[in-house]
């Protein structure tokens, strides 16, 4: 058990145990629906599974899907002169071609 302090540490001990409880208690909220989400997600797959759908490929593609996302909000998120110098990079990359690359292109051109 730890010793108590004989100094202030400059917080108020109630307002921190306060918020620890409430981080907690999110958290435990969090597991739960994070359980919910996985057994919803799993029968989404049976179901997909009995209608004959070739489910890993399926998980494979919605993968996939959600990776192009959050690239294309990390791209958005760049200023202007980072998503240039990004593009330009891209291009000996031999990934001047890729839909996250296309798609700045065609928003910049309708903005013109």
């Given at each position: 058990m730890a010793?108590?302090?004989n100094y202030s540490?400059?917080?108020d001990n109630e307002t921190v145990?306060?918020?620890l409880a409430r981080i907690d208690n999110l958290y435990e909220?969090?597991?739960?629906k994070r359980a919910d989400f996985r057994n919803d997600l799993k029968a989404l797959y049976e179901d997909a599974e009995e209608k004959h759908l070739p489910?890993?490929?399926l998980k494979k593609l919605v993968k996939v899907?959600?990776?192009i996302a959050k690239?294309?909000?990390?791209f958005e998120a760049l200023d202007a002169e980072a998503r240039e110098r990004m593009e330009q990079l891209a291009i000996p990359a031999g990934l001047d071609d890729l839909p996250l690359f296309k798609a700045a292109d065609e928003r910049a051109a309708a903005a013109e």
């Amino acid at each position: 058990m730890a010793k108590q302090a004989n100094y202030s540490n400059g917080f108020d001990n109630e307002t921190v145990k306060k918020f620890l409880a409430r981080i907690d208690n999110l958290y435990e909220g969090f597991e739960t629906k994070r359980a919910d989400f996985r057994n919803d997600l799993k029968a989404l797959y049976e179901d997909a599974e009995e209608k004959h759908l070739p489910v890993d490929e399926l998980k494979k593609l919605v993968k996939v899907r959600r990776d192009i996302a959050k690239h294309e909000r990390m791209f958005e998120a760049l200023d202007a002169e980072a998503r240039e110098r990004m593009e330009q990079l891209a291009i000996p990359a031999g990934l001047d071609d890729l839909p996250l690359f296309k798609a700045a292109d065609e928003r910049a051109a309708a903005a013109e």
